[in-house]
């Protein structure tokens, strides 16, 4: 695959829209659990599964990265909400396998065709390297990313909690290395990063920023272009673009 910056910036008011290779398929590394999110939040809302259901979690069972679960010395019981919840705003692989798990990747997939995301797929789960040998790798595009950070902002796609919800982890994200990075102080940033750390050809993250009346959404993904330094100094370009033309109507 070329080095490559793909992006989309879309104000959410006026529909004014920054993209370039929007419809390139990249792997999805962590940002698939926004979508994985929205599945579990959706089965939810409609009493097909138990937010407060019981779910124990064992040390030997952690697969590695990112997350807080593998450095547990004992077994611990969460609800489905907090392990959900710990898959974003951590990036917990632990935990998104476990909602995985409940959820399915059919029910995952159902969603993203049913928001148009066509270039979209879970077909692993995290650090299956195998998997990823065998050619299953999760995969989407900034444009597919865009699509589903402005339906969880609202509309009728889907139901209100599950924007509620996963908005609500993603505010609380740590990882504030990428799009976050550069934005005015005042900005209120939710997304989701992702990476092939410690590889480094792929960064992306996607967000939805919020200043005062002004809702954007911004995905920045990357291949061999620089890193997750790249993705910042994008996004605040394609930030500051939109500002100026909010400001000029």
């Not at 807080?68 to 010395?73: A, E, N, Q």
């Not at 989701?192 to 410690?198: A, E, F, L, S």
Request: proline content about 2%; some cysteine; glycine content about 10%.
């Amino acid at each position: 695959m070329v080095a490559m910056i793909a992006y989309v910036a879309r104000e959410l008011t006026t529909g004014r829209t920054l993209a370039a290779h929007e419809d390139v398929q990249l792997r999805a590394y962590s940002t698939i659990k926004v979508l994985l999110a929205a599945a579990f939040w959706r089965l939810v809302a409609r009493g097909e599964l138990d937010e407060a259901q019981p779910c124990c979690f064992e040390p030997g069972d952690c697969v590695g990265g990112s997350g807080v679960l593998r450095g547990l010395r004992h077994a611990a019981t969460l609800s489905l909400a907090d392990v959900m919840h710990l898959s974003l705003v951590v990036s917990d692989n632990d935990a998104t396998n476990v909602i995985a798990t409940h959820v399915g990747f059919g029910r995952v997939n159902a969603l993203a065709d049913e928001l148009g995301m066509s270039r979209t797929r879970m077909r692993r789960l995290m650090m299956d390297t195998e998997a990823t040998a065998g050619g299953r790798d999760n995969v989407t595009s900034a444009g597919d990313l865009a699509r589903l950070l402005e339906a969880l902002a609202g509309g009728e796609a889907l139901e209100p909690l599950v924007g509620e919800r996963v908005l609500a982890s993603l505010e609380l994200q740590e990882h504030l290395d990428g799009i976050a990075r550069y934005l005015p102080p005042e900005a209120c940033y939710a997304g989701k990063c992702g990476d092939d750390w410690p590889v480094g050809r792929f960064a992306h993250d996607c967000a939805l920023v919020t200043t005062g009346d002004l809702r954007t959404v911004l995905v920045v993904m990357t291949c061999d272009s620089g890193g997750i330094e790249t993705v910042s100094r994008t996004a605040a370009a394609l930030y500051s673009a939109l500002g100026e033309c909010h400001s000029s109507l």
